[in-house]
């Protein structure tokens, strides 16, 4: 079976810092992913998504970047947070069926 | 005017009770429909996902669909105090190579034993 796992789970990190979350899936080959930001009282907001190894595409312009460098990991990268970058962090995948599943997240404060 | 709108609740029932969660939506090029629960500080789970108008049913959980009215809705029936979590609607298309998920902000539920 597939799992997918993110880290770290929580993280405070000051205004100006840099940033790197992971995501990495096990269990599948090639697996479309995703991430998501979800702020407080707000829905999910797609930020990222990638249909293969250094392939990124940005739904939204924004402070974050991400990257591909192997099949089943995705990382979420800023050189310098913002205050606003403050939310919960959400990695998913898909494969072949049209559903989308989702890690345990990763709880970023900016302070 | 949003693309997905849902009452954020809070919604309380008392256990045993039959919850109705719904979801409208704008856009007409959605293709399917998915529901996710989301407990407190962890991830969504998917739990169901429909293509057309009607209903599936999935033990106690009923999705419906009505496409001529972008109108989405969740059953509960006999809902339980593990069912207190967030419901989040997310209508579905596929576009330009990838799935599109626009999901709803969510509703919270909380049933009360």
């Known amino acids: 079976s597939q799992t997918i796992h993110q880290w770290p789970a929580t993280l405070v990190q000051p205004v100006g810092s840099p940033l790197s979350l992971e995501c990495t899936v096990e269990g599948t080959s090639n697996p479309n992913l995703y991430w998501y930001r979800q702020a407080a009282g707000r829905g999910l907001q797609l930020l990222f998504y990638s249909v293969g190894i250094g392939q990124i595409s940005s739904e939204v312009p924004q402070n974050l970047s991400a990257s591909r460098p192997q099949d089943r990991q995705f990382i979420l990268s800023s050189k310098k947070l913002l205050l606003s970058d403050s939310g919960f962090y959400l990695c998913?995948?898909?494969?072949?069926?049209?559903?989308?599943?989702f890690g345990p997240g990763t709880r970023l404060t900016v302070l | 005017q949003k693309e997905v709108e849902q009452d954020p609740g809070p919604l309380s029932v008392p256990e045993g009770a039959i919850v109705s969660l719904n979801c409208t939506y704008s856009?007409?090029?959605?293709?399917?429909f998915m529901w996710y629960r989301q407990y407190s500080r962890k991830g969504p789970e998917l739990l169901m996902y429909t293509y057309s108008s009607g209903n599936k049913e999935d033990g106690r959980f009923t999705a419906q669909v009505d496409k001529s009215s972008k109108y989405i809705s969740l059953f509960i029936r006999d809902s339980q105090p593990s069912d207190s979590a967030t419901y989040l609607c997310?209508?579905?298309?596929?576009?330009?190579?990838?799935?599109?998920?626009?999901f709803g902000t969510g509703t919270k539920l909380q049933v009360i034993p």
């Open positions: 856009n007409s090029a959605f293709q399917y």
């Open positions: 998913a995948w898909r494969l072949d069926a049209d559903t989308q599943y």
């Open positions: 997310a209508p579905t298309m596929n576009s330009g190579g990838y799935q599109k998920v626009t």
